[in-house]
């Protein structure tokens, strides 16, 4: 009878931190990618993109968390729409700002719009994803505390962002958010739609002088102004 007892109390505690030992190489390595990506020319950054892609995917089937709470599921989709309502208002109050100091570059038309940007829009579904499901996720499994793991997830997902000055602040702020909204409402959807639309309010409203064409990292150093460019 003892000695079924120390078996049982010595067992769920190995597992945890076989789990967490899991967690933090899934990490380590998606987030070591992740980095290089960001900071590797061509044409090394697309076969280190496409190596962070795969170990990203493979680390998520083998650490599958479930639909629910991975946010994929509807059950708090309806529940946080508000997020999604509240972004469109700033957007229009950022959008007004834009026209009023002469900052707004929007495109045409709708269609030019959508054009312009359906690739970012999955782009920043993708980030959701990064920060949410493969950041918070993993350093709630490694962090004694949910504060820490959410601010550690908005660290590693600013320092990404890293050197635009624009960026880094929003992602910041975002981040924690974000993480925060996630543990609450358990939904990817409404982020993802939040995060797109605070991406496109940016790129349309602030100089590409200030964001360098929404670039991070390689990227926003190396970047140059179209009539830069054009007259080189």
């Given at each position: 009878?003892?000695?079924?007892?120390?078996?049982?109390?010595?067992?769920?505690?190995?597992?945890?931190?076989?789990?967490?030992?899991?967690?933090?190489?899934?990490?380590?390595?998606g987030?070591?990618?992740?980095?290089?990506?960001?900071?590797?020319?061509?044409?090394?950054?697309?076969m280190?993109?496409?190596?962070?892609?795969?170990?990203?995917?493979a680390?998520?089937?083998?650490?599958?968390?479930g639909?629910?709470?991975?946010?994929?599921?509807?059950?708090?989709?309806?529940?946080?729409?508000w997020?999604?309502?509240?972004?469109?208002?700033?957007?229009?109050?950022?959008?007004?700002?834009?026209?009023?100091?002469?900052?707004?570059?929007?495109?045409?038309?709708?269609?030019l719009?959508?054009?312009?940007?359906?690739?970012?829009?999955?782009?920043?579904?993708l980030?959701?994803?990064?920060?949410?499901?493969?950041?918070?996720?993993?350093?709630?499994?490694?962090?004694?505390?949910?504060?820490?793991?959410?601010?550690?997830?908005?660290?590693?997902?600013?320092?990404a962002?890293?050197?635009?000055?624009?960026?880094?602040?929003?992602?910041?702020?975002?981040?924690?958010?974000?993480?925060?909204?996630?543990?609450?409402?358990?939904?990817?959807?409404?982020?993802?739609?939040?995060?797109?639309?605070f991406?496109?309010?940016?790129?349309?409203?602030?100089?590409?002088?200030?964001?360098?064409?929404?670039?991070?990292?390689?990227?926003?150093l190396?970047?140059?102004?179209?009539?830069?460019t054009?007259n080189?």
């Amino acid at each position: 009878m003892q000695a079924h007892n120390l078996e049982s109390y010595s067992k769920p505690p190995t597992v945890a931190a076989a789990r967490a030992t899991r967690a933090l190489v899934e990490l380590s390595i998606g987030y070591g990618l992740i980095l290089l990506v960001v900071w590797t020319p061509q044409p090394w950054q697309r076969m280190l993109f496409w190596a962070a892609l795969a170990w990203i995917v493979a680390a998520t089937v083998v650490s599958f968390d479930g639909f629910s709470a991975m946010g994929l599921s509807i059950r708090g989709f309806l529940r946080s729409l508000w997020i999604v309502a509240l972004a469109m208002l700033l957007a229009a109050v950022s959008f007004t700002l834009a026209a009023r100091f002469h900052t707004s570059h929007i495109p045409a038309s709708p269609a030019l719009l959508v054009e312009r940007y359906w690739g970012y829009a999955i782009w920043a579904f993708l980030q959701e994803f990064l920060l949410l499901d493969f950041f918070l996720l993993r350093l709630l499994r490694l962090l004694p505390d949910v504060k820490m793991a959410v601010i550690a997830a908005a660290g590693l997902f600013t320092i990404a962002h890293l050197p635009s000055p624009i960026l880094t602040l929003v992602t910041l702020v975002w981040g924690l958010s974000a993480c925060l909204l996630f543990l609450r409402y358990r939904s990817l959807y409404t982020l993802g739609m939040a995060h797109v639309i605070f991406g496109v309010c940016i790129a349309v409203t602030v100089p590409l002088t200030v964001t360098h064409n929404m670039k991070v990292g390689l990227g926003y150093l190396k970047y140059r102004p179209p009539a830069l460019t054009a007259n080189r």
